[in-house]
């Protein structure tokens, strides 16, 4: 199992930029995993915003963030970001990262849309001023 602590939330002014960091400890050295992030604002429903396996260069994200986000996996293996730009009042929302050690390739993406993982962080809260 997994266990994931996400960071780097805060505060910002429409039209600017944050980046989430995502830890995932729990992991075989040099293991290949399935990551994403997802999001839930205050009376709504959690949503997807992007995700990919580690061992593809294939990405899934929502349209919603598409042009503004990015997400990578950092020099040390086990840290995961979404990198946000141009940020807009919609999309404050508690972030947080999932990931599941034996979703692969497209079937991650298909997770990465649904949600359907086993391993949550604690969320970071994401604030955008308008």
């Known amino acids: 199992t997994q266990v994931l602590e996400e960071s780097g939330g805060g505060s910002v002014q429409a039209g600017g930029s944050l980046r989430l960091s995502c830890r995932v400890s729990?992991?075989?050295?040099?293991?290949?995993?399935?990551v994403a992030w997802f999001r839930q604002a205050p009376g709504k429903e959690r949503e997807s915003v992007a995700g990919?396996?580690?061992?593809?260069?294939?990405?899934y994200s929502h349209d919603s963030v598409k042009g503004r986000f990015t997400v990578s996996q950092g020099s040390a293996k086990n840290i995961i970001y979404l990198e946000m730009t141009n940020l807009k009042p919609e999309d404050s929302a508690m972030y947080y990262c999932?990931?599941?050690?034996?979703?692969?390739?497209?079937?991650?993406?298909?997770?990465?849309?649904?949600?359907?993982?086993?391993?949550w962080g604690q969320g970071t809260n994401v604030t955008v001023a308008s």
């Open positions: 990919f396996y580690t061992g593809s260069d294939k990405i």
């Open positions: 999932a990931a599941h050690a034996q979703y692969r390739d497209l079937y991650c993406l298909l997770k990465a849309r649904t949600g359907d993982f086993l391993s």
């Open positions: 729990g992991l075989a050295i040099n293991a290949e995993y399935c």
